[in-house]
């Protein structure tokens, strides 16, 4: 993988000077805006986000995120360090319902996810051992509101070796993944979707400009952001 971003502190979350805008005008949120509220039991997500911070981490150590989306531009933790990272057998799709956080149940938006196959480009983020119990808890809370996404533990390639780094990933079997989309639903999406966070055309912007920033050409991405500028024919 070209070695493009060498390691280097995180920015400021959502700083309005930060580079990796690409001069994209923005609806999200304020950046200490509090993530959605929990759709499921409390005692089960609590349950869960236990069992995948013990099978990953030990106290005392810094503890590593993959980022391949809005965590890119918008980490919302503090974090020490970000590395440009290669995870191989997953990649990053715009085929996840999102019915919080870009969408609303009536207006379903869409989010990123890691589908199995392929690779895919990214960053890993570095979560200072001391400030874990709690940022774990609120990037928990901002990903997992509704417990949709299968957290993994998985080996990430960098500039300055592998890491083992928690990801977000989705089966294909999830009532969330949304299969094959025609290019007029994208479209529709773009224009009318919007959630707690913001719109999925805004959220699909930014991460295409902070990828680009890295040095990374998502294609998939592209062709689909040309469909909501009419770029490409449906």
Not at 23 to 29: A, E, F, I, S, Y
Not at 144 to 164: E, F
Not at 170 to 199: D, I, K, M, W
Request: hydrophobic share 35%; glycine share 8%.
């Amino acid at each position: 993988m070209p070695e493009r971003l060498p390691a280097a502190p995180c920015p400021t979350p959502l700083d309005p000077l930060d580079p990796l805008d690409g001069g994209l005008t923005h609806d999200g949120p304020p950046p200490h805006m509090p993530p959605p509220a929990s759709t499921v039991d409390a005692a089960a997500s609590d349950a869960l986000r236990r069992q995948v911070l013990s099978a990953g981490w030990q106290p005392g150590h810094d503890l590593w995120v993959f980022g391949y989306a809005s965590l890119i531009w918008r980490q919302g933790f503090e974090c020490l360090e970000r590395r440009p990272a290669l995870l191989k057998g997953y990649h990053r799709a715009l085929k996840m319902w999102s019915h919080v956080n870009r969408g609303t149940p009536q207006c379903p938006g869409l989010v990123f996810a890691l589908l199995p196959g392929g690779s895919c480009q990214g960053v890993a983020l570095r979560m200072p051992a001391d400030a874990v119990p709690t940022a774990f808890d609120e990037l928990w809370r901002r990903e997992m509101p509704d417990l949709t996404y299968q957290p993994r533990w998985l080996s990430c390639r960098t500039p300055a070796g592998s890491v083992k780094a928690l990801a977000f990933t989705l089966s294909r079997r999830s009532p969330s993944h949304t299969g094959t989309l025609s290019n007029e639903r994208y479209r529709q999406v773009f224009t009318e979707a919007c959630g707690h966070y913001g719109t999925t055309l805004d959220y699909a912007q930014r991460t295409d400009a902070s990828l680009r920033a890295m040095g990374i050409q998502d294609r998939a991405l592209a062709g689909l952001l040309a469909l909501a500028d009419g770029r490409a024919n449906a």
